[in-house]
Every structure is written in structure tokens, then in C-alpha cells.
């Protein structure tokens, strides 16, 4: 197989995929912009750790901003569903207390 076979499968795969227009182009925007700048900072976070893990320095203030940073747009993308920061925790902290109960901490999977 090569790149171009590879993306026309996946060209013809997007095909079958039934979208909805149910939301609006502003709050798609929001959506947008507040995902991918979480992944975007998350993956700033992985810098500054892949630095410390190779060279042996981790610069302490850099990664507590990309922290924060991570942090704003998780706030952020709570706001823009409904959610407070503080539920989302509490719920986190729910689930992960029944996994330790069922003894099922380590795994995959999002139902274990």
C-alpha cells in the first residue's frame, strides 16, 4: 500500500460518516478552538517532560505554565458544556475510587 491508496480509503471511509448540523457555526468555532488548544498545550506539557526524561532538567515554571495553560482550556471546554470544574473532579474521583474498589486501577479501556 501506499500514501495515496491510504488516503483514498480513508476519502471514501469519511463518505459513510452522517454528520448533523446541530449546532451552531459559533458554538463549533468555540468547540474547535478550545479542543485543539488543549491538545496543543497537552502536547507542550509532553515537551517540557520528554526534555527532563532525555537531558535530565526539568525547567519547573515551564511545565506549571503549560499546566495551567491545560488547565484553562479544560475550564474552558467545562464552561462551554455545562460542566463545573468542581463536578468534573468529584466525577473523576468517583470513577477512580470504584475502579481501586474493583481493584481495576491499571488496565485498559474505558469500562474497566
Known amino acids: 500500500m501506499n500514501f495515496k491508496e491510504y488516503q483514498d480509503f480513508y476519502t471514501e471511509h469519511q463518505k459513510n460518516y452522517k454528520l448533523t448540523n446541530h449546532l ?3 458554538y463549533l468555532l468555540k468547540l474547535s478552538v478550545m479542543s485543539l488548544g488543549l491538545v496543543g498545550e497537552a502536547g507542550e506539557v509532553s515537551e517540557v517532560i520528554k526534555k527532563y526524561i532525555r537531558d535530565g532538567n526539568l525547567n519547573k515554571e515551564l511545565l ?9 482550556y479544560i475550564s474552558n471546554l467545562c464552561d462551554l458544556f455545562g460542566f463545573t470544574l468542581e463536578e468534573v473532579a468529584e466525577a473523576s474521583i468517583k ?7 474493583r481493584n481495576v486501577l ?3 479501556g474505558n469500562n474497566r
Not at 506549571?64 to 484553562?72: C, F, N, P, S, T
Not at 470513577?95 to 474498589?101: E, L, S, V
Open 106 to 108: 491499571q488496565g485498559a
Open 24 to 26: 451552531d457555526s459559533d
Open 95 to 101: 470513577k477512580n475510587k470504584d475502579r481501586a474498589t
Open 64 to 72: 506549571k505554565a503549560e499546566l495551567g495553560d491545560v488547565l484553562a
